[in-house]
């Protein structure tokens, strides 16, 4: 029996430390707090904060099944922030749910495969380039129509539509 086990990573920005390690999963109970940005503010950067959120997930084919698992993080040591504004850490948690948002439906697009054993990884590879595509600009968006948490009224129309998609995808939190 062939087994083939693969991971991928997907991350906004640079990931510079080891998986799993300086990391919080997310979850609907937790909200960030400023101590969970541990990272070196860039002295330069126009923004007040930063968040690294990273999505990976591993692949198990065997012959005729296959196994996925897909996690959603946040990266403590990476990120940063030099404000300490509450609508900012609530913009902040916005990217995080983001994120989790694209997890939740880079589950449902695994779940849906059509198992092709000669392309799978090629095929989950590519699913996970789509997804990735569609969380950048997702989150550009974001950042543009709040102006970084600037525009309060829209910081708190896009708390609420974010929340309102991850009740969507609910199937396929974990």
């Not at 084919?61 to 403590?76: I, M, P, R, S």
Request: hydrophobic share 35%; with cysteine; aromatic share 16%.
């Amino acid at each position: 029996m062939k087994i083939i086990t693969l991971h991928f990573l997907l991350a906004v920005g640079i990931i510079n430390t080891a998986f799993g390690q300086d990391s919080i999963p997310w979850n609907s109970a937790y909200h960030l707090k400023w101590e969970d940005f541990q990272g070196k503010p860039e002295p330069n950067s126009e923004f007040g904060a930063i968040s690294r959120c990273a999505i990976k997930y591993s692949l198990t084919v065997k012959e005729n099944t296959y196994n996925y698992k897909v996690d959603c993080e946040f990266h403590t040591k990476i990120s940063w922030t030099k404000d300490f504004d509450s609508v900012g850490l609530r913009h902040e948690q916005g990217h995080f749910n983001i994120a989790e948002l694209f997890a939740r439906k880079l589950r449902k697009r695994f779940s849906t495969y059509k198992f092709n054993p000669s392309k799978i990884m090629q095929d989950f590879r590519k699913l996970f380039e789509l997804n990735n595509k569609e969380r950048l600009k997702m989150d550009n968006l974001y950042d543009q129509e709040t102006d970084f948490s600037r525009n309060r009224p829209k910081q708190f129309y896009w708390n609420k539509k974010i929340l309102i998609e991850l009740k969507k995808y609910q199937a396929y939190s974990q």
